[in-house]
């Protein structure tokens, strides 16, 4: 530099003319100094950030002149100067001294080797900005193009690195340096790394190689010579390590986008980053799998990376961990296969600290489970205590902290007083989801992790009942997704907005009574905006789920949108919804004799005047094919799969029946089927529903059996990972099958009913997982990351089913006149919910059940009570008052039994009191046997309509229940008895065999009452009929049967009497 500035100097001065008299005059030497100084400073802080930078910035420097040297001042004499020739004398050679070599020093053959093929390596702006070297590199004695390699001090980045010590002036290297020589810092240099190898601060594996080079020759011989060893071994090494040396054309490219963010990780360096986005953008290397990052970037990570997603994963796998507390998805869960074992290291501080919480986790049913929360989120406060922590360490950190936190207040430890730690959870659980969000936010890389901090954070809100903000963060979520985002979180969001859009955050008086837990609960609404809102959310997602040919989702997207609407009881869009979800599922059934599209029975919307025109006379076929206790289930065909079902779907899907998510997904739509076609009466439609569950819950297929934790497996396409779905428990499952069984057999009739086997078999098994002090007799299998509200909900669902199953018992047992059987009952559901802590949410349907009874024995005081106060228990108001929840089903039954009663009493007290016979008439007059010709014609026609219209309702509520169809039986043999006496007696006599068959015994020659109410009454239809006919025999036995029928319904009353009015104060 000082030569050119001397010739430009000689050329000024030598032409006066082109002198700048009167602007130099004014500039010092020292100004000129100084802009020398500041253009070289320039050049040392040139960091640009790609070749076309650095371009742009070396022309700007060319362009900006410097200032002459002023001329000298006319009172100070010139000296002249001699112009000669340059002297080219050759300094002595250099050697390096023999006290710095060791074992570790690279030393140059004697010979020299010219090159004979071209290195390309990624150099540092620094080293280019040494031209010297530069051009010797690019010489043609090396023949090679490009010095490329960036030679880091982290030792955890890279296996070998060189250190080459320039033993020459700097000014060789048109460079200027900064430090002093290396002469005398080189022996504490050797003692600072040997001293961090020791201490573990510096890999051991890595191994750092010095170097000393004389010259700009040598110095370029040494990077070559140490070059070419790493090619040797390279090509010498495992398969595959040989790929990156040859020509090495692809380092000329430039820099691609997001390589500065992707070297910046833990363990990475720029070659291996630049490797990675050569042919791929920085979106494909995030979504790509573990396996597939594995088997093609393996040999290109950093150690330290590789070392610490090993040492995480397993212990992930073997806890059964989540995949999000891993702490980098840069790198494969599985070791590479590598000829030599590396070495054990100590772990970092931070690694150890954010990996302990999976070390430590316990299930919710372990008696630690509390102990191991408390250590878990004190681990991760001493991790984020740490300085300097790296930016995905740090965010893995606040992210398993709220995780942490929500598990305990999930569980309810915050609440209960007994766990002083909890103190400010909420707010530290707060601030962690605030903390790890900005981290996201600012480093792209961790965009994935920004999406599962805002599904905690809609979460958390959510529990503490700020609804609007949870649904707010889930909508602004999946409004910013991308193609590229990860199938799972997206599903995930969906998810989660539909079940807060169908549920409303849990409150505290469905807590439990050991007040520890009040989130348990996630409760149903059906506010017609959130109901629609979750509607649609669910009608999207289908088409997310087959653009991505996940059609797994697609199936369970269609069960959700099923139950949803059950749960909301838009009964008419649940027929179509069901039919949708059977076929996606192959599950094929014959409702033609039950109900058609939009849920109405045949013939039910058809004018009045067209059921008029109808005969009165009913037919034996209508009278008989109704009366059996049993129907024969239709044959399944669900194992035999719908081409048209399949059409848009790979047929790999459709060969796997033992698939656990399908076995979940049919158990579940079974279900809601039997619970529609109940709910409408279509016995006949829900009976092979009923079968195929009872079959398939035989088989143990659902969700792995009743000890299985509930885990499905929702399998996706590559690279993406497989989605775990946690479903009901397979315990909640198994008894929920009794109760939807003794639900849909409304059948009472028989030695054995369905309704009462299937009731008494839930509770038992109910009962078998609970001890004599209530609680669990066994440990439920839970998924490790459970709450123990979880587990709470559970218990608490189990013991909700057998209250249920225990009031259809008091049911059955009313229905077939087994009124001790049914108080006992009733009394053990009020001491079972009492003690249980739920009473008020059973209080309306026990008080219905109390005043059924009263009403079946005859207390006709208590029975009206009751229904009022079970109508008033349910949210009506009192009669001829508007309210606004009047449409409860306990609300319904209540007061259609208070009007029967009233209808019952005021015929009682109106009917004319007959103490005499009635007068035997001939056959003429036998159709009228009180009334004379005119009143018979003025009453025949109406008497036919009512006829008609009761024969009409036979076919509507005869299907499996034939308790009903013995009461319509019962009505139409009344009208009969005045218009078709053969009918009237054949009625009468199916109705009679129904009446007695409720109360058939186990044994044989066992048979109770039955009926105590119908069976008198059809007697007294006997009775009239025979006396019409003039059966002198039939009217006597019927004398006598009907005698033993009112002394058995009186004993009936007398019996139970005081038992009721004992129950009635616990009601």
């Known amino acids: 530099m000082s030569t050119c500035m001397e010739e430009q100097q000689h050329v000024a001065s030598s032409d006066p003319e082109h002198q700048f008299s009167g602007y130099a005059s004014n500039i010092s030497r020292k100004e000129i100094d100084s802009a020398r100084a500041t253009k070289r400073r320039k050049l040392d802080c040139l960091v640009p950030t790609s070749a076309r930078d650095l371009f742009v910035m070396f022309i700007g420097l060319r362009n900006n002149g410097i200032a002459p040297i002023p001329a000298s001042s006319p009172d100070r004499p010139e000296i002249p100067r001699a112009h000669g020739e340059p002297i080219l004398a050759e300094s002595p050679r250099r050697t390096t001294l023999d ?117 700009i020759e040598e110095a370029a011989r040494v990077v070559r010579c140490f070059g070419e060893e790493a090619c040797v071994r390279a090509l010498q090494g495992a398969a595959g390590e040989s790929v990156l040396w040859g020509e090495r054309e692809w380092l000329e490219e430039e820099e691609t ?52 997603e090993k040492q995480i994963q397993t212990e992930a796998l073997e806890s059964h961990l989540p995949s999000t507390l891993s702490p980098s998805v840069l790198v494969p869960p599985v070791e590479p296969p590598s000829p030599m074992s590396p070495g054990l290291k100590p772990l970092p501080p931070q690694v150890l600290l954010l990996a302990l919480p999976a070390l430590l986790l316990h299930p919710p049913t372990h008696g630690k489970y509390p102990l191991s929360l408390f250590l878990s989120l004190r681990v991760l406060q001493l ?97 910013t997704f991308v193609p590229s985002d990860p199938p799972t979180i997206v599903y995930a969001a969906y998810f989660a907005l539909v079940t807060q859009l169908r549920s409303s955050p849990p409150s505290s008086q469905h807590s439990h009574r050991n007040g520890a837990n009040e989130s348990i609960y996630l409760h149903p609404h059906t506010n017609p905006p959130e109901v629609q809102a979750s509607l649609i959310a669910l009608t999207n997602l289908p088409a997310i789920a087959a653009q991505n040919r996940h059609f797994s989702v697609v199936k369970l997207v269609a069960v959700l949108r099923l139950r949803a609407l059950v749960a909301a009881e838009i009964w008419e869009m649940v027929g179509d919804a069901l039919q949708a979800a059977e076929q996606l599922l192959l599950l094929a059934f ?67 029946p033992q698939d656990p998510l399908i076995a979940a997904l049919s158990v579940h739509t079974l279900m809601l089927g039997i619970i529609y076609h109940t709910h409408g009466g279509r016995a006949r439609a829900a009976e092979p529903r009923l079968a195929a569950l009872n079959s398939l819950m035989d088989s143990g297929a659902p969700v792995g059996g009743v000890h299985s934790d509930g885990l499905v497996e929702v399998r996706s396409t590559s690279p993406h990972p497989p989605i775990h779905l946690r479903v009901s428990h397979p315990r909640v499952i198994f008894l929920l099958t009794f109760l939807i069984s003794a639900v849909a057999k409304r059948d009472p009739v028989g030695r054995r009913p369905k309704k009462k086997v299937f009731a008494e078999s839930g509770i038992v098994n109910c009962r078998a997982g609970c001890d004599e002090d209530g609680g669990r007799a066994f440990e439920i299998n839970v998924p490790p990351w459970s709450s123990h509200g979880d587990v709470e909900n559970i218990d608490q669902t189990t013991l909700r089913i057998e209250a249920d199953l225990l009031c259809e018992l008091a049911a059955v047992s009313i229905q077939r006149c087994d009124f001790d059987a049914a108080g006992k009952h009733l009394d053990t559901v009020v001491a079972h919910t009492r ?96 009334l004379d010709e005119s009143t018979v014609a003025l009453a025949e026609d109406a008497i036919a309509r009512c006829s008609a219209r009761t024969s009409a309702s036979l076919p509507l509520k005869s299907f499996g229940d034939n308790h009903m169809r ?79 029928y009112r002394s058995a319904v009186d004993a009936v009353r007398t019996v139970t009497d005081a038992p009721v009015k004992t129950g009635h104060h616990r009601v």
């Not at 690195?161 to 290396?182: C, Q, W």
């Not at 790394?193 to 890595?206: L, P, Q």
């Not at 963010?261 to 799998?289: C, H, K, P, Q």
């Not at 001829?880 to 009663?901: D, M």
Request: hydrophobic fraction near 40%.
């Open 590 to 656: 014959d409702d033609s004799d039950g109900a058609k599209k939009g849920g109405q029975e045949s013939g039910v919307k058809r004018e009045g005047s067209e059921f008029l025109s109808r005969s009165c006379s009913i037919t034996s076929q209508e009278v008989h094919d109704g009366a059996a206790t049993q129907f024969r289930s239709q044959t399944l065909s669900h194992m035999e799969p719908d081409d048209k079902a399949w059409t848009e779907q790979p047929p790999a899907n459709a060969k796997d």
């Open 835 to 930: 003690a249980r802590g739920f009473f008020s949410e059973y209080a309306p349907r026990i008080t219905l059940h109390y005043a059924h009874l009263a009403h079946a024995i005859g207390d006709t005081d208590r029975a009206g009570t009751c229904y009022r106060v079970a109508a008033h228990l349910d949210g009506a108001g009192p009669v001829g008052t508007s309210s606004t929840n009047t449409s409860g089903f306990v609300v319904a039954a209540a007061r259609a039994g208070e009007v029967l009663l009233r209808i019952g009493l005021a015929a009682k007290q109106a009917a004319p009191n007959m103490t005499s016979d009635p007068p035997t008439v001939t056959d003429e007059q036998s159709h009228a046997p009180y």
């Open 383 to 479: 991790c984020l205590q740490l300085p300097a922590l790296a930016p995905d360490v740090e965010c893995y950190a606040w992210m398993a902290l709220a995780e942490v936190g929500m598990r305990v207040i999930k569980s309810g430890f915050h609440k209960s007083g007994e766990h002083d730690w909890t103190i400010g959870l909420e707010e530290e659980v707060e601030k962690a989801i605030g903390k790890g969000l900005l981290l996201a936010q600012k480093h792209p890389v961790l965009r994935h992790l920004r999406h599962h901090l805002s599904l905690l954070n809609a979460h958390f809100a959510f529990y503490r009942s700020n609804t609007g903000f949870a649904r707010a963060i889930l909508r602004r979520l999946i409004s």
């Open 966 to 1044: 013995a009461l319509v039986l019962a009505v139409v043999g009344a009208q009969y008895v005045h218009t078709a006496l053969e009918h009237a007696m054949e009625v009468s006599a199916v109705c009679e065999t129904l009446g007695a068959g409720m109360g058939a015994g186990e044994g044989a020659s066992i048979c109770g009452m039955g009926n105590a109410a119908l069976r008198p009454w059809v007697g007294e239809r006997f009775l009239e009929l025979f006396k019409r006919t003039g059966k002198e025999k039939g009217l006597q036995k019927q004398q006598e049967f009907n005698a033993l």
């Open 257 to 308: 986008g997001g390589e500065a963010d992707l070297m910046n990780v833990e363990g990475m360096n720029a070659f291996a980053a630049y490797v990675m986005l050569y042919e791929r953008t920085l979106e494909d290397v995030l979504d790509m799998s573990p396996e597939s990052r594995m088997e093609e970037f393996w040999g290109w990570y950093g150690r330290s990376a590789w070392m610490l």
């Open 99 to 215: 006290e710095v070599i060791d074992q570790n020093t690279v030393l140059l053959p004697p010979h020299r080797i010219d090159a004979t093929t071209t290195h390309r390596y990624m150099a540092s702006l620094s080293l280019i900005q040494k031209r010297a070297l530069v051009r010797e590199l690019q010489g043609n004695a090396c023949r090679i193009e490009a010095l490329a390699e960036k030679i880091s001090k982290e030792s955890w980045r890279y296996s070998e690195i060189l250190v080459m010590f320039e033993a020459y002036p700097s000014e060789r290297s048109y460079r200027a340096k900064d430090t002093n020589g290396h002469r005398n810092g080189l022996g504490p240099l050797r003692r600072i790394v040997n001293i961090a190898e020791g201490c573990g601060t510096k890999d051991k594996r890595c191994s750092v190689t010095w170097a000393f080079a004389n010259g």
